[in-house]
């Protein structure tokens, strides 16, 4: 076979005049022996003075090391670089767009180097949009739990808003979400514990409204996580707007279920706000704000439910709003003060005359400066949603510890020997809270068996990690006591759970024990198995002497209320204290 090299050399030279890369050889140096059309193209803008002589001079201001890099590699050929990005002024037909380069130098042989440039223009366009599409997608979602964040779902209610009344336009509606414990569960189990309960929260939220499909038209629901331990879901398309309370109805039930994080088993219900379309504002902003409102409704009612949204819930907030503030500088300015109210103990008959003091529960009021003294069911709630109660808890054990001590150096005998101090869920998660009461025996000199802690019913039942934190301030040498017993979620079968001392049966029991049958029997059920346990009970709310003797019947030993007295000043107390001890 005959090769026609002639013929070969021609169709090699045509290639390369044709081909849509630019091609240039050179020699070591740098001097160009071949350039087709396509590389004097695109290599003339980098020349200073438009000769193309020399490839290390025509980019020597865009890759001023070149002839070094060339230089340095001493094998016989090889890659000297590749790729390299060169960015040259636009022309009038790109309208200024820079133009982007590729160049690449290859050793051929000891003496020749061959250079690859194309234009790569259109390439990093592409991949600049693609870029910019990927960080507005990550702008828009959450990276923990990679949904849509407040951004996107911000965009989709101002969305459905404009569209709202269109023909052929179906009803929505907008839930709000919080977890009703998060921050305590973030303070006992940690961050990274906190931020796996979100994780799966959202899933089990996907999960849910997948199955809601039979009462959307076409849409499916946006589920976002807003910020913290807050989401939003946007139902689009319902066949009727009743359909949302379907929907929250169903996340309530999904979301209270356990969840298992390492080995902890973890209960952390909801609490939702819904706006309908009805009561829609004209903006997103507005009706998540709406929504938000209607969601710190259900938190304020005792969480674990759903509130829809009134417009006149705004007007509540903005007072709550202006009342945190005040509870702030009431704080600073030492607005808050501490009545006793006595817990007696029954004699042999059952009147008033016949209890004789047990000790002294200590409960705080606010003397406003315009308002008077304002009602703890006002501020209380407040001081825990705005993060205030451990603050207002920590005072309020301060200054009983003291007062106190203070009975006991001037009352000796006649002094209580018992002070009982309400524990909020904020102070019993806070993970310094055995420290600080520590502290606050140790400064004012009381003795811890002087000292009972009470917490709800609903509080001291709610998991291992609470119950485990009252066990370490048992272990203080102080007492507990479980409060407002039979309204919240314990059983008598699970009271053996709770590291308690004392029983304070709540006063919508005792209100009706000498009326009622079936409250007696109640309350005669909770004494007896709190007999059994070694747990002595409180019945609470006593107002007739009618009520102080069924329980007294009953076998309860203590009780508490207006019909022996009412909150009073540490003077107060003194005074009656004196009274009852010479009656």
């Keep these: 076979m005959t090769i026609d090299f002639a013929h070969a050399y021609e169709t090699l030279v045509q290639f390369l005049y044709r081909a849509p890369i630019g091609l240039a050889q050179t020699t070591i140096a740098g001097d160009i022996e071949m350039v087709n059309p396509m590389s004097a193209q695109l290599l003339m803008p980098l020349s200073p003075n438009g000769d193309l002589s020399n490839l290390f001079d025509v980019?020597?201001?865009?890759?001023?090391?070149?002839?070094?890099?060339?230089?340095?590699?001493?094998?016989?050929?090889?890659?000297?670089c590749e790729s390299l990005r060169l960015t040259v002024g636009g022309d009038a037909a790109q309208r200024g767009t820079p133009r982007v380069l590729s160049f690449?130098?290859?050793?051929?042989?000891?003496?020749?180097?061959?250079?690859v440039v194309h234009d790569v223009t259109h390439e990093v366009q592409r991949e600049q949009q693609g870029l910019a599409?990927?960080?507005?997608?990550?702008?828009?979602?959450?990276?923990?739990?990679?949904?849509?964040?407040?951004?996107?779902?911000?965009?989709?209610?101002?969305?459905?808003?404009?569209?709202?009344?269109?023909?052929?336009?179906?009803?929505?509606?907008?839930?709000?979400?919080?977890?009703?414990?998060?921050?305590?569960?973030?303070?006992a189990l940690g961050r990274a514990a906190g931020d796996t309960l979100l994780a799966l929260i959202a899933q089990r939220l996907h999960a849910a409204l997948r199955a809601q499909d039979r009462i959307l038209r076409h849409h499916q629901p946006m589920a976002a996580r807003v910020g913290g331990d807050e989401f939003v879901v946007v139902l689009e398309g319902l066949l009727r707007s009743e359909h949302v309370v379907v929907v929250a109805r169903r996340l309530l039930t999904v979301l209270e279920q356990p969840?298992?994080?390492?080995?902890?088993?973890?209960?952390?219900?909801?609490?939702?706000?819904?706006?309908?379309?009805?009561?829609?504002?004209a903006d997103a902003d507005t009706l998540l704000q709406d929504a938000n409102i209607a969601m710190v409704e259900a938190k304020r009612?005792?969480?674990?439910?759903?509130?829809?949204?009134?417009?006149?819930?705004?007007?509540?907030?903005?007072?709550?709003?202006?009342?945190?503030?005040e509870l702030r500088n009431a704080l600073a300015e030492r607005q808050f003060f501490v009545l006793y109210q006595p817990v007696v103990a029954p004699q042999a008959r059952a009147g008033a005359d016949d209890f004789r003091s047990a000790g002294v529960e200590a409960l705080v009021r606010w003397r406003h400066p315009t308002r008077g003294v304002v009602s703890p069911l006002e501020f209380i709630p407040v001081a825990e949603a705005c993060g205030l109660i451990s603050a207002l808890g920590d005072f309020?054990?301060?200054?009983?510890?003291?007062?106190?001590?203070?009975?006991?150096?001037?009352?000796?005998?006649?002094?209580?020997?018992?002070?009982?101090?309400?524990?909020?869920?904020?102070?019993?998660?806070?993970?310094?809270?055995?420290?600080?009461?520590?502290?606050?025996?140790?400064?004012?000199?009381?003795?811890?068996?002087?000292?009972?802690?009470?917490?709800t019913?609903?509080?001291?039942?709610?998991?291992?990690?609470?119950?485990?934190?009252?066990?370490?301030?048992?272990?203080?040498g102080l007492t507990l006591a479980l409060d407002d017993f039979g309204t919240g979620y314990s059983s008598l079968a699970r009271l053996h759970l709770l590291p308690v001392d004392t029983v304070k049966i709540d006063r919508s029991f005792v209100s009706e024990a000498d009326s009622s049958h079936q409250r007696r029997v109640l309350i005669d059920a909770t004494v007896r198995v709190a007999h059994s346990l070694g747990m002595d009970t409180v019945a609470e709310g006593i107002e007739t002497e009618a009520q102080a003797e069924a329980v007294r019947a009953i076998g309860c030993e203590k009780g508490q209320g207006y019909l022996f007295s009412r909150p009073l000043t540490p003077e107060e107390i003194a005074s009656w204290l004196t009274t009852a001890a010479q009656a």
Excluded at 460 to 472: F, G, M, T, W
């Design 59 to 80: 980019l020597g201001t865009a890759v001023p090391n070149l002839r070094e890099m060339a230089g340095a590699l001493s094998q016989p050929s090889g890659i000297i």
């Design 104 to 115: 690449s130098l290859l050793k051929l042989d000891h003496a020749r180097l061959m250079a």
């Design 133 to 187: 599409r990927r960080l507005m997608d990550a702008a828009r979602t959450d990276a923990l739990t990679q949904m849509p964040n407040r951004a996107a779902v911000r965009e989709q209610v101002q969305r459905v808003l404009v569209e709202r009344g269109q023909p052929g336009v179906a009803e929505f509606g907008v839930l709000y979400i919080n977890c009703d414990r998060f921050s305590q569960i973030n303070d």
């Design 259 to 281: 969840y298992r994080i390492g080995t902890e088993k973890v209960h952390s219900s909801v609490s939702l706000g819904i706006v309908l379309q009805g009561q829609a504002a």
């Design 301 to 325: 009612a005792g969480g674990a439910r759903y509130v829809v949204f009134e417009p006149s819930m705004r007007e509540r907030a903005a007072r709550r709003g202006g009342l945190e503030a």
């Design 396 to 455: 309020v054990l301060e200054t009983a510890c003291r007062q106190f001590m203070q009975w006991q150096r001037t009352l000796g005998e006649l002094a209580p020997r018992r002070m009982a101090v309400n524990l909020s869920l904020a102070q019993l998660s806070r993970p310094g809270l055995l420290n600080e009461v520590r502290r606050t025996l140790a400064a004012s000199g009381m003795p811890a068996g002087c000292l009972q802690l009470e917490i």
């Design 457 to 476: 019913e609903s509080l001291a039942a709610q998991d291992e990690n609470v119950q485990a934190r009252l066990h370490e301030l048992k272990a203080l």
